[in-house]
């Protein structure tokens, strides 16, 4: 089994940043792909970020381009999501994923593909 504990989120002014984590907790070594999807109230899931085990291979969703990075340690069994420039459309739940076959999943962007989830963290931009 494997637990996803999401810590970090919070309230920002819009342009602020923040950074939210995720830690990893049971069969940490069969650990592939991890990501960041994101549901704002009324809105679908939808995918933020995503980063193969190695670390090398980052995905993002266009809408967080450029304003996002990924990273993880996976000494310490944590994946990490540095948001900058944050915007109020920004607000959402975010939640980490685990995918413990892949190093990364062809359809990363896919929350099907992520077999293991944490609980969520509120992330709350004003204006």
């Known amino acids: 089994q494997v637990q996803l504990v999401e810590s970090g989120g919070g309230l920002v002014q819009a342009g602020g940043s923040l950074r939210i984590s995720c830690l990893a907790s049971g069969r940490t070594r069969s650990f592939g792909a991890m990501a960041w999807f994101r549901q704002a109230p009324g809105k679908e899931r939808e995918f933020v970020a995503a980063?193969?085990?190695?670390?090398?291979?980052?995905y993002y969703a266009d809408s967080v381009k450029g304003r996002v990075t990924i990273s993880r340690d996976n000494a310490k069994n944590t994946v990490y999501l540095q948001m900058n420039s944050l915007k109020s459309e920004d607000t959402a739940v975010y939640y980490c994923?685990?995918?413990?076959?892949?190093?990364?999943?062809?359809?990363?962007?896919?929350?099907?593909?992520?077999?293991?989830w944490g609980q969520g963290t509120q992330v709350t931009v004003s204006s």
């Open positions: 980063i193969s085990w190695s670390g090398v291979i980052t």
């Open positions: 994923a685990a995918d413990t076959r892949r190093s990364i999943p062809g359809n990363y962007f896919s929350d099907k593909e992520y077999q293991y």
